[in-house]
Every structure is written in C-alpha cells, then in structure tokens.
C-alpha cells in the first residue's frame, strides 16, 4: 500500500475490535494540512512575494496570511484576472515547489497526533487544499507520511471526503475546516496553529479548539 494516493481505494473494514465505545475506535481521523499539521506560512509568503515581483502585480502579504487555507487559484483571483490566474498558479508552484523544503516546519504535535490516531489503530489521514505536486515536498520536510492524501479539497469538498471516509473527526485550523467536519458529521477539532482565533472557530462550529497539536493525543484517547 502505498502512503501517498491521491484518490481514495480502500474502505477500512478492520478487524473489529469491539471497544464499543469511545471516537477512538471508530474510524479514521482527518488532517488538514497547512498549518495544522505543518507551518507552511514562510515558504507560502515567499512564493507569493516572488509571484509579485515576476508579474509586477501588488500582493499584500497580511491579506494572503488572513485566508491562508484556501485553494492557491481562489487566492490568486484575489490579485489577477481570471484569464491571468493560471500562468501565476504555475510561476507560484515553481517557486513552492524549490522554497517548500527549506522553509517548511512540521508544528508541534504533529507526529504524536498521527501516532496516536494509528495507536488506536485507525487510519490517520491529510486532507488539503494543496495540490499534490506542492503536498509532496511539504510532507518531505516535515517527515510526515500520512495513511492516505487528498490534495486539492477545500470547504465542502473536504465534507465530501469525510464522509466517504466515514471519518469521526476532522482537525483544521480555518472556519471552512470546522464547517466541513459538521457538515460531514464529524467532530471538528479546531487548532489555533494558524490564522484564525478560537473564537472563529468555535463560531464555524469547533467541538473543541487546542492551543496545537500537542494537546491533541489526550484529546484523542479521552474522546
Ligand atoms: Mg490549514
């Protein structure tokens, strides 16, 4: 089985441990990525900031840092004309794709929130807005290797995915990832890692908000 797919194969059908009771033994957990899981936010300015001076177009960096999350093209049709935003996707990834290794960070928590998901022996899997050729190096400079991938999923299209998955929680840092964990009927597990306030999130419908993922095992296990 390989770690990275970017289409959903496999139902988990398990071995039925019978705990009976408790989130932990039900069923896959999902991840965001961008800073949920990894501090994206350096190699993302820095590829808009190169965006900017290839194209001589004015990007501001604190407006792209409040919607950090969304898809790259939804961006970028903040800053060019639809005919436009194609051409600066590709000089973006070009970028991304060089800067994403050295600048990435894996957050706090990141690897023991996995751990513990696979520890209850469930399926601990990362669903992103990114595209598959940016996920790739990000997750390398991270040292993360998620059960399964979706790239490219956002907002709804994350729901979509949780519900397939028949996923109990999803943990996100942004008010569609909350909106996305309730519309799927999934714990929303909101992380304060990233742009928005836990008060955002609890209003988009967090369950629960933590300070990182540090806090997200105990969380986890006494769910
Ligand atoms: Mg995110």
Not at 14 to 28: A, E, Q
Not at 44 to 61: H, K, M, N, Q, Y
Not at 137 to 162: I, M, Y
């Amino acid at each position: 089985m390989t770690a990275m797919r970017p289409r959903p194969t496999v139902e988990f059908t398990g071995s039925g441990p019978g705990d009976g009771g408790g989130m932990s033994g039900s069923g896959p957990v999902g991840f965001d990525l961008d800073m949920t899981l990894i501090n994206s936010r350096p190699a993302i300015l820095a590829s808009f900031a190169e965006v900017a001076r290839e194209t001589g177009t004015s990007i501001d960096p604190d407006a792209v840092d409040r919607r950090l999350g969304v898809k790259l093209e939804d961006e970028l049709a903040f800053w060019f004309p639809p005919e436009r935003v194609a051409a600066a996707a590709e000089i973006y990834r070009r970028h991304y794709l060089r800067l994403a290794e050295p600048m990435t960070t894996v957050l706090p928590g990141a690897h023991e929130a996995l751990a513990a998901v696979r520890a209850a022996g469930q399926r601990a899997v990362i669903i992103t807005a990114k595209h598959l050729m940016s996920a790739g190096p990000s997750l390398r400079a991270a040292g993360l290797v998620p059960d399964e991938l979706f790239t490219l999923a956002h907002g709804p299209e994350k729901a979509a995915v949780l519900r397939r998955l028949k996923a109990v929680a999803y943990v996100g840092d942004t008010p569609p990832d909350m909106a996305a964990a309730v519309q799927a009927g999934a714990r929303a597990v909101g992380v304060t890692t990233g742009s928005f306030t836990g008060e955002e999130l609890a209003g988009a419908g967090a369950d629960v908000v933590l300070d990182s993922l540090a806090s997200f095992p105990a969380w986890y296990r006494s769910a």
